[in-house]
């Protein structure tokens, strides 16, 4: 079976052909990072599997994906390669596609975004520059699936198949001469041996450690330091890898102008027209805001709440009413009600109730994905971002965190700065993710009705401020790094497919939903008889049960911020292994039938400050068990782990006392 890798820059439309292809689906995004990592799909009939590896500008690997890339180029067999080119794009793309065919491997290019360089007033003959390159190029748009099945047909071929002429750039007699020495030394078994001489010189580090494996590295130092001289004063340049992009920019250049033609010159696209506007230095931020603003509007009070309403009707009336029938026809025990109504239906119904709540707040961030914004959400923050030593590109995987911090943390392998990428993954838990977001709408329809969205905001402009306070801090003490240059690429805007809105809102909600049937339904059992055991016996009084033990100890060090009670303790403590589970403990603590219930009886028990001061410390405090576990997986260390436990526990604990510090001197009980 052939094994055939796909590859290409970022926002080239690489993720969504390979759902095409595969007929499955992979997380389809607008922004640099979608795949992080290796995935591999069957491809269509059975013709083969399709690895799709991390979008890449280069082979010289300058973030964690580029190096992945590399790595398993090196390390990994495999039959053929699928390149796909962003046709409006296409000197840069291009530059990946070079190197991709010195590497010697059979390839097809898949000349994606037809439609978008039409519209930017690009003619392109893909005959002619098929002739140039000696490759296979198919004009496509894989977001329709327009030119797919030619694809699928070229790559199952007997196109993959056949051998492919060794490509060639001369890089000048210097260069020439210098790669020659070095092939002379490698081993016979090198696959690429002119693809890795190359790959060296232009500085690539898995390269580079491959060859020290089996060439002395002295030697290896003193031809690169020599060639980069000789270079340097023939040419000028400062670098070995500077003239090497230079060569083949010129290359790529000259084929260019052979096959593709400008019929809009000065043109100004749609994309830049909104650009003008929503990346200004002035209104970037405030549109930004303001679209957060709507989201929550249209999440807690014009959609969102109704939903919500709707389905707690459901869950407390027809479904309750029908299980009591079905345990009383059987006879069932009062111990066996008890738990399946004050355990499951208050703990896993309780938090199931705010599922159309989060379902609306996946859409729209799958919406801002996959129509283009979110790369312009990290150029404005760019500004902001640099100020506190950082970059827009760090602020994406925040964005991320807003639905779920576990692939927010993930998505920071795409920064190339270790310290950086170290400092957005330990920051990254204080976005409010779609978790929180069942305790806050339970909060903020009892103490803020009138103004739900905005309160709900000023706690996701909360997290945001306080992660780049502590970034300045961080960056300026333990964690001091060198400045990093910010690219992103701006890929036009494109009105989503509802096809992929509703895939990607479903891969994104499905995870709260199955947690529901698995992780809290068993938390909520687990605290029910917590509830319903103490040190008397069984079905004591829920004050004397072991769980009230339990939140009361942590309740007393919780006095100081408006929430001292054990019922706050307790919920807090389950609220670890998952954020939901504080609104499934509530419900079990007050015997709530329901939402509505739960509410007045939270109202007699909270004043608005104190529900705002909860709020903001469920925010900050302690990320939940799966967050912390990718922690320790991005990091590969317990220190740092530990670290980023730790210093949320204590800013949540600062910022919720001086929210009372500040209500109670402004006059609020």
Not at 377 to 398: C, H, Q, Y
Not at 411 to 416: C, H, V
Not at 565 to 586: C, D, N, P, R, Y
Not at 636 to 664: H, P
Request: a neutral charge; proline letters at 4%; hydrophobic letters at 45%.
């Amino acid at each position: 079976m052939n094994e055939i890798v796909l590859a290409g820059n970022p926002n080239t439309g690489k993720s969504s052909l390979f759902n095409s292809l595969t007929g499955s689906y992979e997380y389809v995004g607008n922004w640099a990072g979608v795949t992080v990592e290796k995935k591999v799909g069957t491809l269509k009939a059975g013709a083969g599997t399709l690895i799709d590896l991390p979008g890449l500008y280069s082979l010289n690997p300058l973030s964690h994906d580029e190096e992945v890339a590399s790595r398993f180029l090196l390390g990994e067999s495999f039959d053929s390669i699928l390149n796909v080119v962003d046709a409006s794009q296409l000197e840069r793309n291009l530059n990946l596609t070079v190197q991709l065919l010195e590497y010697g491997k059979p390839l097809v290019i898949a000349l994606n975004m037809m439609d978008v360089a039409r519209q930017g007033g690009l003619e392109i003959d893909t005959n002619r520059l098929s002739e140039l390159l000696g490759v296979t190029v198919i004009p496509v748009v894989a977001r329709s699936g327009k030119g797919t099945d030619q694809v699928l047909e070229a790559i199952s071929g007997s196109t993959s198949g056949e051998a492919l002429k060794p490509y060639f750039i001369s890089y000048g007699e210097l260069l020439e001469d210098a790669i020659a020495r070095l092939m002379e030394r490698l081993p016979e078994e090198i696959l690429s041996p002119r693809w890795m001489a190359v790959q060296f010189f232009e500085g690539n580090s898995v390269v580079r450690a491959t060859l020290e494996a089996s060439i002395d590295p002295k030697w290896l130092d003193q031809l690169y330091k020599t060639t980069e001289e000789a270079l340097s004063r023939t040419f000028g340049v400062r670098t070995l890898s500077q003239y090497i992009r230079k060569q083949r920019a010129d290359h790529i250049h000259t084929y260019l102008e052979q096959c593709v033609r400008h019929t809009k010159e000065g043109y100004r696209t749609f994309s830049e027209k909104i650009d003008r506007i929503v990346t200004d230095k002035f209104l970037g931020i405030p549109i930004f805001l303001l679209f957060m603003y709507l989201t929550f509007k249209l999440t807690f009070e014009w959609i969102g709440t109704p939903l919500s309403d709707l389905l707690d009707s459901f869950i407390n009336g027809p479904l309750r009413s029908g299980t009591t029938w079905l345990l009383d026809s059987m006879g069932a025990q009062d111990f066996i009600k008890a738990l399946i109504f004050d355990g499951i239906f208050a703990g896993v119904g309780g938090v199931l109730v705010f599922v159309p709540q989060i379902f609306i707040l996946f859409f729209i961030i799958s919406f801002i994905e996959d129509s283009g914004y979110m790369a312009r959400i990290a150029s404005v923050m760019d500004r902001l971002m640099e100020l506190v030593g950082l970059n827009g590109k760090t602020f994406i995987p925040m964005i991320i965190g807003f639905g779920c911090n576990v692939p927010g943390i993930m998505a920071a392998r795409t920064i190339e700065q270790p310290k950086e990428r170290l400092l957005t993954i330990i920051l990254t838990p204080l976005m409010s993710c779609s978790a929180r977001l069942s305790v806050y709408s339970l909060f903020v329809g009892i103490f803020f009705k009138s103004n739900q969205a905005l309160v709900v905001l000023s706690l996701y402009v909360l997290g945001v401020v306080l992660a780049l306070l502590l970034a300045k801090l961080f960056s300026s003490t333990i964690l001091k790094q060198q400045e990093s240059m910010f690219v992103v690429e701006l890929p036009p805007y494109r009105i989503p497919q509802w096809k992929t809105l509703s895939r990607s809102t479903w891969e994104k909600g499905k995870g709260f939903v199955r947690k529901a049937g698995t992780f809290i339904f068993g938390g909520s059992v687990l605290i029910w008889l917590l509830s319903y055991t103490g040190p008397q016996g069984f079905n004591v009084a829920m004050d004397q049960s072991f769980l009230a033990k339990i939140g009361g100890l942590i309740g007393q060090v919780l006095t100081p911020l408006g929430f001292g009670s054990w019922q706050a303790g307790a919920a807090l403590i389950t609220g670890f292994l998952a954020k939901e589970v504080v609104v499934s403990t509530m419900n079990i603590i007050y015997a709530a039938p329901d939402t509505a219930t739960l509410q007045g009886l939270l109202a007699g028990h909270f004043t608005a400050l104190q529900a705002y001061s909860f709020m903001a410390f469920i925010l900050l405090y302690v990320p939940c068990l799966a967050t912390v576990g990718v922690i320790r997986k991005e990091t590969m260390s317990a220190r740092w782990t530990w670290f980023s436990v730790l210093y949320a526990l204590v800013i949540a604990y600062i910022i919720s006392y001086i929210i009372m510090l500040v209500g109670r001197a402004l006059g609020y009980n």
